[in-house]
């Protein structure tokens, strides 16, 4: 199970929605996120996405 949550983008600069798996601490792409982090963004963090859309076509 997946969720998305708002935090610092990889790059340091801007938020944006990372994907944060259950079983993990931090998000897909190894961001650390701060829990509680709030914020308004429409940006996705692209590693986050990608690693997410691998593991979408590697499941059955």
């Known amino acids: 199970m997946y969720e998305m949550r ?6 340091g600069t801007g938020l944006v929605w990372h994907v944060v798996a259950h079983d993990r601490p931090g998000s897909l792409c190894g ?10 963004t429409d940006r996705h963090c692209l590693p986050c996405m990608a690693t997410f859309q691998r593991s979408m076509q590697n499941t059955p």
């Open 6 to 11: 708002i935090g610092v983008a990889h790059t």
């Open 31 to 40: 961001q650390p996120l701060e829990p509680g982090e709030h914020g308004e």
